[in-house]
């Protein structure tokens, strides 16, 4: 099983089950976010093309929007949490053993970035997971990451659902 085969196949299930769709999208967001799943699971695809079909089918976007900030913001919380609770040894677990570079990228944007880092690495890549990881291992205080990763998924979330679903409403009717 290809990891495009597994995107086609969770597509197409939201797609058959659209009452699925908001659940499905919480995990997708969820595991996105969350620092242990996000290099095993291709979250950012299936939300982009559960996105589409909000545009081309009846699915309802805001129990999908809902779904995917609290899963991102779901998985940015344990992520913390783990750092917080677990310090380095959090770093040093599968998958980001096997990725020392990245934690240290994560390290150094939020050293540079403090808070902010929780929001401006919402929105890249591989640093979506590990920063909130990091803030936890640096003793980032809860309320604030709490303000910041809240704000951010809802962001996130309607930043990359909101534009396919807008275009291809206005184009399929």
Do not use: Y
């Not at 996105?32 to 589409?52: C, H, Q, Y």
């Not at 403090?114 to 640096?138: D, K």
Request: proline share 5%.
């Amino acid at each position: 099983m290809t990891i495009a085969s597994i995107i086609d196949a969770t597509i197409a299930f939201a797609r058959d089950n659209s009452a699925w769709a908001a659940p499905v999208v919480f995990v997708a967001a969820f595991a996105e976010s969350f620092a242990f799943l996000s290099l095993l699971v291709p979250g950012w695809a299936i939300l982009i093309g559960i996105g589409a079909l909000i545009g081309a089918s009846g699915i309802d976007f805001w129990p999908v929007w809902a779904a995917a900030a609290t899963g991102a913001a779901c998985g940015d919380w344990i992520s913390f949490w783990a750092g917080s609770h677990f310090k380095e040894a959090a770093t040093r677990v599968w998958p980001l053993s096997r990725h020392p570079g990245m934690v240290e990228r994560g390290r150094a944007f939020f050293a540079r970035f403090g808070v902010w880092s929780i929001v401006i690495g919402r929105f890249f890549g591989p640093l979506r997971a590990v920063v909130p990881l990091v803030a936890g291992v640096f003793g980032m205080r809860q309320i604030p990451f709490q303000i910041a990763n809240v704000g951010s998924a809802m962001l996130w979330a309607f930043v990359l659902l909101a534009p396919t679903a807008a275009v291809l409403r206005h184009f399929t009717g």
